[in-house]
């Protein structure tokens, strides 16, 4: 390891000196901090399940303590044969005696609102008036009935909200079926229900619920989730939906906002619920932002010092070799041959003679650098003159001006002595010529068609229907640009080396179409002669040639290789052309392009096709040039 950092830069040593001592004591500050929040969350932890266990002893206490008032009602002989009894004289004294029995049975008792008795005969007590406390009653009794709850405890319902939409009351209700114990009639028949409701927060401890400030917010949910007590307000009578977002394994979850929550939960047996307890982490650790800020404001204040003091020992001890370094960076590329400044360091002996001979160096470089420039400039100008004299080769190959005026004056002549044929031939031509000697390198596809159509009308003259033409093109790759004069040869060979020894009658198919990644395919495919295999492979072995002209240099397929080079030099691989033959069953010739569309030309087509159609879009699988 020694060794190792003896051989780095001494700056670089220095820096890593920093960083560690940076890095430990940084380590050391995250790990107390990293203990101090681990302290306060475990005792904190601590607290709130201790709180929750004191929580519950207490509300089972008021959960025995109502049980027994309950039960007390419900088995009292008075209301047992008040609910059993006919006669109205005899029922009228029972009420009463049931009635005041009640009534001194809830005085003492903390949070009773209202006690309801429903008999199965018609003898009901205390069935208020009050519609609210009726309905929380009825939906009491309804919830008995369904759970077909036959338990010696009371029934907890929970949480009832009755009322309009304007004005609504809450209650606690909880419930139990009177069964007969009288041994008159029959043991054990219902004679009715019990409804209680009560003051919920009689269950709670509300110096407990009053620290929530501190420890968060406390929920008492019943048998359905409910919050029936809380020192959030707005949460009772409202689903606690903490619960689903709790993550069971840790007992935490996030809210909307990213904030960490802690969740400790308490079943309650008794009352059929559970008490939840939920803090913020951001509240539990609050006090530990003093001791963060602490610790950045040491950090802050060692850092500058610990620079200071690196920056004293690298100017005094390395100051020639940080100089000689900032200079290097101007010897890369051609600011090397830019900048003929000398190197200068001042300092020891040794470091002098040691710029004295970099600088020497520089010189020699200088030197070798202008002979490499000079000749690579030679070579660019000799490639230069190489393609611009393939490019004439491949363009001016057909381009005598004269002969279209030649043919123009014949088309005239023709015209008048009535040589029909004739004049369509020389028009069809001129129109040939007249398309090779125009200035632009690249037309429509469609153009290009109709060229390839002229120069296919006079061969159907000189072979008089010895072959059929079929033309497979969509109308949306017409407007596709391609190198002009690259059909005429091709067809040519399909007709002279295919078509034209061929016996019986013949067919030429030219086809086109856009593949999915946006090029152009052109096939031109005849029926005719075919290529023999051995004679396949030579084209294709020149087809794949590198020097162009050397490749066309008495080559007696001079058309196919004009196409491809011409192709290849102007869009460059993979495009080209590609040819498939078999002796005896025909040949088909395959040109790659790039589907560029011509943008003049298509505005102007989609513009017609709108009026035409009269849609407002016009697709088109061409790419924009």
């Known amino acids: 390891m020694s060794s190792y950092l003896r051989k780095r830069p ?23 901090y990293l203990q101090a929040k681990s302290t306060i969350y475990q005792k904190n932890r601590d607290y709130s399940i201790e709180l929750l266990d004191k929580i519950q002893q207490y509300i089972e206490m008021r959960v025995e303590l109502t049980d027994g008032f309950v039960q007390a009602i419900a088995y009292s002989v008075s209301v047992q044969q008040y609910l059993k009894e006919t006669d109205p004289p005899k029922k009228f004294e029972l009420f009463q005696n049931v009635d005041s029995y ?8 903390k949070g009773i609102l209202d006690i309801s008795i429903l008999g199965k005969n018609g003898n009901n007590h205390n069935l208020m008036e009050n519609l609210n406390k009726k309905q ?44 007969n114990v009288l041994p008159e009639t029959a043991f054990g028949a219902n004679l009715g229900y019990l409804v209680v409701l009560v003051d919920v927060n009689t269950f709670v401890p509300k110096f407990e619920l009053g620290a929530g400030s501190v420890f968060g917010e406390f929920y008492l949910l019943d048998r359905n989730g409910i919050v029936s007590a809380s020192n959030d307000t707005t949460a009772i009578g409202q689903k606690l939906d903490v619960l689903d977002k709790v993550r069971q394994d840790e007992k935490t979850f996030r809210d909307d906002h990213g904030e960490m929550y802690i969740v400790h939960q ?67 590329g051609d600011r090397m041959t830019r ?28 030197q070798l650098n202008e002979e490499v420039v000079d000749s690579k400039t030679r070579i660019y100008s000799l490639e230069l003159m190489k393609k611009q004299a393939e490019f004439a080769y491949l363009k001016h190959q057909v381009n005598p001006h004269f002969l279209y005026n030649m043919f123009e004056t014949m088309k005239g002549m023709a015209g008048e002595i009535g040589a029909t044929e004739l004049r369509e031939m020389l028009a069809a031509l001129g129109k ?3 398309y090779s000697i125009k200035g632009q390198e690249e037309v429509r596809l469609q153009d290009e068609l109709e060229v390839a159509k002229s120069y296919l009308t006079i061969q159907k003259f000189r072979f008089e229907g010895r072959f059929e033409i079929f033309y497979d093109f969509p109308e949306e790759i017409l407007l596709c640009k391609v190198i002009k004069m690259i059909l005429q040869p091709l067809l040519e060979n399909a007709i002279s080396h295919g078509l034209e020894y061929k016996m019986e009658k013949g067919h030429l198919h030219l086809h086109g179409q856009m593949t999915s990644n946006g090029d152009l395919l052109i096939s031109i495919k005849d029926d005719g002669e075919g290529i023999p295999a051995e004679k396949l492979n030579i084209i294709h072995s020149e087809l794949e040639g590198i020097d162009l002209l050397d490749s066309m240099r008495n080559n007696e397929h001079l ?43 298509y505005v102007q087509s989609h513009t017609d096709r709108r009026r035409e159609m009269g849609i407002e879009k016009l697709e088109s699988d061409c790419r924009l040039a």
């Open 10 to 32: 001494i700056n670089w040593q220095f820096m890593i000196v920093f960083l560690v001592f940076l890095f430990l004591m940084a380590f050391i500050m995250v790990l107390t």
């Open 559 to 601: 058309g196919i290789m004009n196409v491809h080079h011409r192709i290849r030099t102007t869009y460059g691989e993979p495009y080209g052309l590609w040819i498939e033959s078999r002796s005896g069953d025909g040949t088909e010739v395959t040109i790659k392009l790039p589907g560029r569309r011509d943008d003049t030309a």
């Open 339 to 366: 900048n003929r400044q000398r190197l200068q360091l001042e300092g020891y002996q040794e470091i002098m003679l040691m710029a004295d001979r970099f600088n020497e160096l520089l010189d020699e470089i200088h």
């Open 136 to 179: 929380a009653v009825m939906e009491t009794v309804a919830d008995i009935s369904g759970a077909n709850y036959h338990g010696s405890k009371p029934y907890y319902a929970g949480l009832k909200q009755v009322g309009s939409n304007n004005y609504k009351e809450t209650f606690f209700t909880l419930g139990t079926t009177i069964n």
């Open 432 to 434: 040939i010529l007249r």
């Open 266 to 332: 308490k079943e309650l047996p008794g009352l059929h619920g559970q008490i939840v307890n939920v803090y913020s982490e951001k509240e539990l650790y609050r006090g530990l932002e003093k001791t963060r800020q602490v610790y950045l404001m040491i950090i802050a204040i060692f850092i500058p010092i610990l620079l200071l003091l690196l920056r004293l020992i690298s100017r005094n001890i390395i100051g020639p070799i940080r100089t000689f370094m900032r200079y290097l960076p101007n010897l890369k």
């Open 102 to 109: 009640i009534t001194s049975l809830s005085l003492p008792s």
